[in-house]
């Protein structure tokens, strides 16, 4: 595997189920990122961690809990979801947070989440 | 916060034609990163090309390249040479040195090649 992958690439939950999506990435870098996609609205970030330490919490709602074992594997654990928590859910990863160089993520194909 | 916006939510263009992407961005810093991804559908986004803003000259990989107009806060994607493979989301992206590596995304533009 190269690059950064995600797991599943679908899942279709109801809101009192409990689920995990997974993040792994292969290219040596130091940060990660957990981002909301949904349609026609600019992507949101969600989480970053830099050196597994959480670094940005954008008031996410307490039922996404995000999880950094070691900087190649990130984790979003879902719980009591509500269906406008619909939507791609994409991760991503970039060397390590450094103000002066491009810092350029690279991203996961994403899963594709249906909250029933 | 910084904003980004992407005026055109949809554009099409022949191929082998042309077409420019617009983006701008609304920021006081003087430096900062911008960068155009591309997500095909069902696909991974990928980086098109980047620009950091105290570089005055524009960028270019390949068929792609910027006008990057600093005092204008605008940074446009040309895709000349339009292949069926360039049909795509395009995200207009900026990021500032100043608040970690968050980056500001705009809301796309859904590029159509019509062969």
């Known amino acids: 595997e190269t690059g950064v992958t995600q797991t599943p690439r679908h899942l279709v939950m109801g809101m009192t189920n409990k689920k995990s999506l997974k993040c792994e990435q292969h290219l040596g870098h130091n940060a990660m990122y957990w981002y909301k996609q949904s349609a026609k609205k600019p992507l949101e970030l969600m989480f970053v961690?830099?050196?597994?330490?959480?670094?940005e919490n954008n008031s996410v709602p307490s039922r996404f809990s995000p999880e950094c074992p070691n900087s190649s594997h990130l984790f979003l654990h879902l719980h009591t979801l509500q269906p406008e928590d619909s939507a791609l859910y994409l991760c991503?990863?970039?060397?390590?947070?450094?103000?002066?160089?491009?810092?350029?993520?690279?991203f996961g194909p994403g899963t594709r989440l249906t909250v029933l | 916060a910084q904003t980004v916006t992407q005026s055109q939510p949809e554009m099409s263009v022949q191929e082998a034609e042309t077409v420019t992407l617009s983006c701008t961005y609304d920021?006081?810093?003087?430096?900062?990163?911008l960068f155009w991804y591309k997500q095909p559908p069902s696909r991974q986004m990928i980086l098109v090309i980047r620009?950091?803003?105290?570089?005055?000259q524009n960028a270019t990989e390949n068929r792609f390249s910027v006008n990057f107009q600093k005092a204008a806060k605008s940074f446009s994607l040309k895709i000349s040479d339009s292949q069926l493979g360039d049909a795509a989301m395009y995200f207009c992206a900026y990021r500032s040195p100043n608040t970690g590596n968050q980056f500001y995304f705009g809301t796309g533009t859904s590029l159509t090649v019509i062969p």
């Open positions: 961690y830099n050196f597994k330490e959480q670094t």
């Open positions: 620009q950091e803003a105290y570089k005055q």
């Open positions: 991503a990863s970039s060397q390590a947070v450094s103000a002066s160089s491009y810092n350029e993520q690279f």
């Open positions: 920021t006081s810093e003087s430096d900062y990163y």
